[in-house]
């Protein structure tokens, strides 16, 4: 996975959020805002791209509209990621989400009930995650359940799936290169590419998904996509642009 953050960048020398992210992350500090970058917006971190001014800051808002309307009127536990995980059958299962990316589909799982742990080796990525966490845990409407239901983790899926606890289930969405042709592919969703690159190696996720999970892997594909490893699922849940492939290890009850 390639790494495009070119580091963090905030005007004051002296600020202590710039100098502890750097720390913790191995990024550097930039005298000047360059390609993308790490920066603080009003209270969010964001990322941020110097040479595109048209395009808008990367972030991780739990409490954002998009995120509050797909909450509460997203379906539920009737929508296609709620019944390939088992959600549907049992509250609160406990997954790993092995390729969190920017948390989305893991924050709708935690919504649900489920306890997950995301995992994410891209340290801007996991510096976005962690900031929108600690907002999260301030937001009235979410402080009382999302910190206890939604753990970070930093390292990648290799190793997750090798040293952590054995989950219900083990969640993957491994960045698949989109269609040249496709104009499917969301503006954000296109720079978030740029930054992150693409799983080369995730067909080698699958063996140890499956050796992890306790009751089921589920796979996110696009529609277009082949199975993951090349290895048939138990079932498959199509959605309109995406389908969930779920391998079965055990029932859910």
Partial sequence: MQMNCQGVYCQDPAAEWANELCQQFSLPRLI???????VREGDALVLRNADMPKQ??????????????RRKFGGGKSEGIAKAV???K???LTVVD?????????????SLGAHVTLVERNPAVVALLQDGLRRAALDPLL??????RMQLVHASAHQALRDLPAPDVVFLDPMFP??????????????????????????????????????RVVVKRPGYAEFLNLQKPSMSIVGKN??????????IS
Avoid: C
Avoid at 143 to 148: E, V
Avoid at 242 to 251: C, P
């Fill in 32 to 38: 000047s805002p360059q390609g993308w970058h790490l």
């Fill in 56 to 69: 808008g800051d990367i972030l991780v808002d739990f409490a954002s509209g998009a995120a509050t309307y």
């Fill in 86 to 88: 088992g959600l549907h």
């Fill in 90 to 92: 049992k509250a609160g």
């Fill in 98 to 110: 092995a390729t969190a990316g920017l948390g989305r589909d893991a924050f709708v799982l935690a």
């Fill in 143 to 148: 402080a009382d359940w999302l910190p206890a």
């Fill in 178 to 215: 989109a269609r040249e042709k496709s104009a499917a592919v969301k503006k954000e969703m296109a720079a978030f590419h740029q930054v992150v690159g693409t799983d080369d190696d995730a067909d080698a996720l699958l063996p140890l998904a499956l050796a992890l999970a306790q009751k």
């Fill in 242 to 251: 995406n389908r969930f492939d779920v391998y079965v290890i055990a029932a």
